[in-house]
């Protein structure tokens, strides 16, 4: 695909793009701060003439190069507004700039945002918190609360320094999907750090690097083994949803002299962790292109949109030298260096082939998926059974008969395996199998592998993140209530909170353990 940047109005734009076309969503709209954001660039020479006195007693003159800005505000009145009947319950909730900024102005290009989604899209919507609750309710409305995914926090350092109240240091975005169950989120494609010392964690671990330190905060408070905070030694600050990421600096090489530009390493995050190489990436409140850098650098294809003459006029200049984009009603010639050097862009590639369409769908379901598996995994974190997860099914076996013997010979009850059957214990000459489950995510726990013959009781030992339950049934009683596994096996399914007909065959080890003598004691 050519990549694309539009002059003209982004909503008429949206509307003649066809629907699921577009991967990724990042936008950065204006937020209403009811200011006219203006950048303007100047240079200062020495002048015997000049105004500013400086080092040694010199002079100096200031030259105002070039201003650019932009009106980010949005005036109402009743008459103008198309919705009256939600603009009287919105003059309860918010003011009447806001209502109109939601209802008249965001609300059309974000309906038409998630009609440009493929089902495994992503939208970032980037505001500050003047706007940013109103904002997520009319995101809501669009794409469903479940598709929320979370509120993410830039913070920065520069800019105001407010006496009067804290000062606004951070920036909102608001992350959904169109599917909740299928999206793409590329964990291991965020950005890394260098490891402060590479020498201490091995050759391996300082070419992966770390995952980033998200926030500033243990750098004055420190970090100890006590603290609530989720913290890895060997990977620093796990991923968060608060971002530190400086602002671009007035001095630095990235700047491109537009008002609100944003750091590209902020943006480089979201195009990693959201999409692959190849999608497609719309930005359709471009300013300075930010958008578009991130994408060629990183093999994602785009499409930016802006109405401001000053936004294109930098974009021409930022594009210099890049001929696979086309440019749509606007000219970049007039802005763009004469006989610059063509830039070429990196292979569009993942160290192997272009990842096809039905790929990446099953790699977004796979997201979700994952998602789902380690939040189940994160309910056994600090459970002193958290490694038997890991366990394949035959050494789980092994541990509950392992776990089982020690309990009953803490109660004074010997037992001892049955030749090669490590599943089977003999206990004062009656026979007993010995089945094992985790937990589910759903609350049950599903013993397998019972089988009709060799034993007459099995033993069903459950284990929770912070808890332990067992039964024991007779053998027949087991297989009435079980479900075939294979033609010879049979598994049942037991809920600790609430399974009738589980009563009366224990449920905790004191429980189990009463009913256990009474049997042996036959």
Not at 268 to 296: E, H, M, Q, W
Not at 302 to 315: G, R
């Amino acid at each position: 695909m050519m990549n694309r940047i539009y002059f003209g109005d982004n909503l008429q734009i949206l509307r003649e793009l066809p629907s699921e076309s577009i991967d990724l969503i990042y936008i950065d709209p204006p937020f209403n701060t009811g200011k006219t954001q203006k950048l303007t660039r100047i240079k200062t020479t020495k002048s015997k003439n000049g105004s500013r006195k400086g080092f040694q007693g010199n002079t100096y003159e200031t030259v105002q190069l070039s201003t650019r800005a932009y009106q980010d505000s949005f005036d109402f009145e009743d008459q103008d507004f198309v919705h009256p009947e939600i603009g009287n319950a919105y003059k309860t909730l918010m003011p009447a700039g806001s209502a109109y900024y939601i209802e008249v102005f965001l609300k059309p290009r974000l309906k038409e945002a998630y009609r440009l989604l493929k089902p495994h899209g992503s939208l970032y919507f980037h505001i500050d918190y003047r706007e940013s609750h109103y904002c997520k309710l009319l995101l809501d409305r669009i794409f469903g609360r479940e598709s929320f995914l979370n509120e993410i926090i830039w913070a920065y350092d520069f800019g105001g320094r407010s006496r009067s109240k804290w000062p606004a240091k951070h920036d909102n975005i608001l992350f959904y999907v169109k599917d909740p169950k299928k999206y793409i989120f590329n964990t291991n494609e965020i950005d890394r750090e260098k490891y402060m010392a590479p020498g201490l964690v091995g050759p391996e671990k300082a070419k992966k690097k770390k995952m980033p330190t998200d926030t500033w905060y243990f750098t004055y408070v420190g970090m100890d083994e006590k603290s609530p905070w989720e913290y890895d030694p060997e990977d620093g600050m796990r991923l968060t949803d608060t971002w530190w990421q400086t602002i671009v600096g007035t001095s630095s090489k990235e700047r491109m002299g537009y008002p609100t530009q944003k750091p590209q390493k902020l943006i480089d995050r979201i195009v990693k962790a959201s999409s692959y190489p190849g999608n497609i990436v719309l930005d359709f409140f471009a300013g300075s292109g930010t958008v578009g850098k991130s994408c060629i650098e990183l093999s994602r294809n785009f499409i930016l949109i802006d109405n401001n003459p000053a936004a294109l006029q930098v974009m021409a200049q930022r594009f210099t030298g890049i001929k696979d984009i086309e440019w749509i009603n606007f000219d970049p010639k007039p802005y763009q260096k004469v006989n610059a050097k063509e830039v070429v862009r990196p292979p569009v590639t993942t160290n192997g082939p272009i990842l096809s369409r039905e790929f990446q769908m099953l790699a977004a379901t796979a997201s979700y998926i994952q998602k789902d598996l380690e939040e189940q995994n994160d309910i056994w974190k600090n459970s002193p059974f958290e490694w038997i997860l890991q366990l394949p099914a035959r050494k789980k076996s092994k541990l509950a008969r392992e776990l089982v013997a020690s309990w009953l010979a803490a109660k004074g009850i010997s037992c001892e395996p049955i030749g090669d059957a490590s599943e089977t214990l003999l206990i004062n000459e009656h026979r007993f199998a010995i089945k094992f489950s985790t937990i589910w995510r759903k609350g049950f726990y599903k013993f397998q592998q019972i089988r009709a013959e060799g034993y007459e009781y099995v033993i069903c030992l459950g284990i929770s993140p912070f808890n332990a339950h067992c039964w024991i049934f007779d053998k027949q009683y087991a297989i009435d209530h079980a479900k075939k596994q294979h033609q010879t096996e049979f598994w049942v399914t037991v809920n600790p909170e609430n399974q009738q007909w589980a009563e009366g065959f224990g449920g905790n080890l004191d429980q189990a353990y009463k009913l256990l003598r009474k049997i042996v004691r036959k």
